[in-house]
């Protein structure tokens, strides 16, 4: 038997010490102050979090999680929020659904959830809007399904109003959709970089742009697709380097995940997660917080060759699922180095949705308001 030369050995052992570096997490209770189901999370700093779910309610902590603040948007009692992305203590959007058209509608809070206004109410009968993602506090974008093979996406460039740029976006295919289960079917990065996870169709696609949304692109993921399956989270922790995850709803198998690292026009399946049920969501560790408004474009790693954050948890990711029926259960699990080795988060179930400020400052939303904070 050949002897391994002395660079195998090396490298095996410096895998071996990266490995040993990420440890285990940390898991936190924390309590909400409600019952509602939790959808969607989304940190400002290792202080501020929003999450929001259904019945209209929305949380936020200003403590990193030790008392959360509840209430209910006036109006919208009715109502599911699918998305929200924090900006501020004070400032938030929040993106509903419903049983009517017109229930799929973007409200803003500048008072900390004090008040409500309403920036965008669909007029649109074939759109149901899914998530939506931001660049900056007042630049991002909004995806919806499919109807009549467009995609009438939205985007602010003001946070005030909304524009379609239905007519941007590539033609989809029939049946084209993404799902609404946590909120991160789309995810930015930088000032002009954006992704979209699809399903639904034949094939399972991400749309990506890297001019703001004013032009995409729509690359093949190997991920499986039919009606009820396909890519369901994305997220990218730089320009370059990416990671979707999806399964079917249908069904409790276990979930697919794919990388890439060209951008998004290329992905490679990695290993699942060994947890049962769809893949609801995906988030990297070091999180992906908003650019500033007045930040240079050109001091920003929005450039193909930008360079990734060089520490332990560059490539930590944790994922959450759920099972059928009714979405009232599942796993969580983590991978350090994107889906090559994976562990599980033992009594960790019922999250819908996980994010981080940074590897210290995660948290999980999920069934019955409950919230856990996560730290590496």
Known sequence: MRKPSLLVLLLAASATFVLAQVHAPKLTFQNSNTNQLLIAVSPVNSQVVWAAGTGGVFVVTTDGGNTWKSGTVPGAEQLQFRDVQGVSDQIAYLLS???????????????????????????????????????????????????????????????????????????????????????????????????????????SRVLATTDGG?????????????????????????????IVGGGDLSNNFYGQVATSSNGGKSWTMVNSPPVPGAIFCLAYANGQPLVDDNTDSSTTSDSADAKPMSNPYTRTVVVTTETEPNYASGSAAWTPDEGKHWHTLSQVSGYWAVAFADPQDGWFVGNNGQILKISF
């Open 97 to 203: 659904i419903g049983n009517d058209p017109d229930n799929f509608q973007i409200y803003k809070t500048t008072d900390g959830g004090d008040t409500w206004s309403i920036e965008f109410t669909n007029q649109d009968a074939l759109a149901f809007y899914d998530c939506f993602a931001f660049w900056t506090p007042t630049t991002g974008i909004a995806h919806s399904d499919s109807g009549n093979g467009v995609f009438p996406d939205l985007r602010t460039t003001d946070g005030l109003t909304w524009q379609s740029i239905a007519n941007n976006m590539p033609p989809a295919l029939p049946g084209e959709a993404s799902f609404a289960a946590s909120g991160t079917c789309i995810t930015a990065q930088g000032l002009t970089n954006a992704w979209i996870t699809t399903g639904g169709a034949a094939i």
């Open 214 to 242: 004013n032009t995409w692109h729509a690359y093949n993921t190997p991920l499986y697709s039919s009606p009820s399956a396909g890519g369901i989270s994305i997220a990218f922790r730089d320009a370059l380097h990416g």
